[in-house]
């Protein structure tokens, strides 16, 4: 059982838009301003494709943004594309164990 | 360029030892704190500890805290994450990762290393 929960998986057609969600507690998510989201493609290392919850590293597309609302944080993609099929997981700082992952989400490109 | 390239994958038997590395370049080695994931198919990726090889500085995840033993060189900018007596719910791909802070999830990750223990 991962800490934080997200979707196992989303899928959209390309050009639309998705939203996947990374639901913790006032332990983790609800009090740090410490969410990271990662691209992981099939045997490949995660890459960090937005940080303390809203910011993008440069070189990440401004399609990929991210928010929080309580104890919950989102990733969404705009504008689909192929490439972006992969795995997604969010991270946040969490008081009891540093860095804490959700479950992963499978996004499929329709 | 920042780059985290970890040692290659290993198989082993159960009972057997052994440490695989993790070695910076392309920033201050030890500026920057080297975490451990584990990834398996089951659980996912989970934190296993995290040390500052500015001053070897180490945490370690309860779960994982007297299984592991996560160390640094920082005169070769190398961190490694060691095992006394591997079992077989070992087996895993294990990643090196690079954070500012002992908080904040890290930013760059190594390629990974899988690990398989097999009787």
């Known amino acids: 059982q991962s800490a934080l929960t997200q979707p196992a998986s989303v899928s959209g057609s390309p050009g639309q838009s998705i939203t996947i969600s990374c639901t913790g507690t006032?332990?983790?998510?609800?009090?740090?301003?410490?969410v990271s989201w990662y691209q992981q493609h099939p045997g490949k290392a995660p890459k960090l494709m937005i940080y303390?919850?809203?910011k993008r590293p440069s070189g990440v597309s401004n399609r990929f943004s991210g928010s929080k609302s309580g104890n919950t944080a989102s990733l969404t993609i705009s504008g689909l594309q192929a490439e972006d099929e992969a795995d997604y997981y969010c991270?946040?700082?969490?008081?009891?164990?540093?860095?804490?992952f959700g479950g992963g989400t499978k996004l499929t490109v329709l | 360029e920042v780059q985290l390239v970890q040692s290659g994958a290993e198989v082993k038997k159960p009972g057997e030892s052994l440490k695989i590395s993790c070695k910076g370049s392309?920033?201050?080695?030890?500026?920057?704190?080297i975490g451990w994931v584990r990834q398996t198919p089951g659980k996912g990726l989970e934190w296993m500890g995290i040390?500052?090889?500015?001053?070897?500085?180490?945490r370690y995840s309860p779960s994982f805290q007297g299984q592991v033993t996560i160390s640094a060189d920082k005169s070769i900018s190398t961190a490694y994450l060691q095992w006394s007596s591997l079992k077989a719910s070992d087996t895993a791909m294990y990643y090196c990762?690079?954070?500012?802070?002992?908080?904040?999830?890290?930013?760059?990750w190594g390629q990974g290393t899988l690990v398989t223990v097999s009787s």
């Open positions: 990762a690079r954070s500012y802070s002992s908080s904040p999830p890290p930013d760059y």
């Open positions: 991270c946040s700082y969490a008081s009891s164990s540093a860095w804490v």
């Open positions: 040390i500052y090889p500015g001053d070897s500085d180490t």
């Open positions: 006032s332990s983790d998510v609800g009090t740090y301003n410490l």
């Open positions: 303390e919850g809203i």
């Open positions: 392309g920033y201050t080695f030890t500026n920057y704190w």
